[in-house]
């Protein structure tokens, strides 16, 4: 297909019908869409790649560290069973776990987590809150946890 | 560019077909598709592409883009291929604009239709 130039486009403009410039406008309003959409996912991956990078530079956690990660995990964990009153529900329970995160700057494991909220035979399941967005938001929450630890590790806290 | 009003050269291709005043009784002009490609080049300045050629060509039934051929009621019918081969050639031709000149000629067609 022969390519013509700015002028030659521009001056036919003038030659146009409306309708036929109004599909026009629109295809090229969705090549604006599209390039931003790609040009948005290409920085969304250059700004992974980026961090996985950083992530990756990060020393090893020593082995002393880890077990305080691990130690502080299961104190976690204890106290708030421990302290969780016998008709708390999901939702407060989940809320309880927040604070004692923060407190700790902990690294969850979200499955083992799950599993001590799953045969934890004192919850109240009648919570209106589901249980799938409990666990959602408790994912959420982890991933900001380890984030936190992240930046503390690398020196950015 | 001839000296019709702007904003209607297909609609051009079809006056240009419609009447050559045979003593008033308003005989059908024939046309042909070289003619078509000619009227649309000297109304937008641009090139038809030989495939939107050929399949007007192939919609006559004869192989010769010359032969005078298609009546104003066809033309009236090949309306919609004229507005789409204009698009075409345009966003094809696009691609080899910098950023600046896209956005020139957006503005220019966001202003002739008066939308921003």
Same mark, same amino acid.
């Given at each position: #297909? ?5 002028? &030659? ?9 409306? &309708? ?28 992974? /790649? ?47 776990? /927040? ?5 700790? @700057?902990?690294?969850? &494991?979200?499955?083992?987590?799950? %599993? ?7 919850? @109240?399941?009648? %919570? ?6 409990? #666990? ?22 | ?7 209607? !050269?297909? &609609? ?10 045979? !003593?008033? !009784? ?21 090139? #038809? ?15 010769? /883009? ?35 000149? !896209?956005?020139?000629?957006? #503005? ?9």
């Amino acid at each position: #297909m022969a390519v013509h130039t700015f002028a &030659q486009l521009k001056a036919s403009i003038s030659a146009a019908e409306p &309708q036929t410039l109004t599909l026009l406008l629109a295809e090229l309003d969705k090549m604006i869409d599209e390039k931003n959409a790609a040009a948005a996912a290409t920085k969304l991956k250059t700004d992974s /790649r980026t961090a996985i990078t950083a992530r990756d530079k990060l020393p090893p956690l020593p082995a002393s560290e880890e077990s305080k990660y691990q130690i502080l995990y299961k104190d976690t964990v204890n106290e708030l069973l421990r302290s969780t009153p016998v008709t708390t529900s999901l939702n407060r329970l989940i809320k309880k776990f /927040r604070l004692l995160s923060t407190k700790y @700057d902990l690294t969850v &494991q979200v499955d083992q987590l799950r %599993d001590k909220i799953d045969n934890h035979s004192r919850l @109240d399941r009648s %919570d209106p809150d589901t249980y799938d967005d409990v #666990m959602a938001d408790l994912e959420q929450m982890t991933e900001s946890v380890n984030l936190n630890r992240l930046r503390v590790l690398s020196g950015l806290g | 560019m001839s000296d019709i009003k702007p904003g209607d !050269f297909t &609609q051009h291709l079809i006056d240009t077909t419609v009447n050559e005043g045979w !003593f008033g !009784f308003g005989k059908p002009k024939l046309v042909s598709v070289a003619d078509l490609a000619l009227t649309f080049t000297t109304e937008t300045g641009l090139s #038809m592409t030989d495939e939107t050629l050929d399949a007007i060509t192939k919609f006559t039934k004869t192989t010769d /883009r010359n032969a005078k051929v298609l009546t104003p009621e066809h033309v009236a019918k090949l309306k919609p291929t004229f507005a789409r081969e204009y698009i075409n050639i345009f966003l094809n031709s696009i691609e080899t604009l910098t950023d600046a000149e !896209f956005n020139d000629l957006r #503005m220019a067609i966001a202003n002739t239709l008066g939308v921003p």
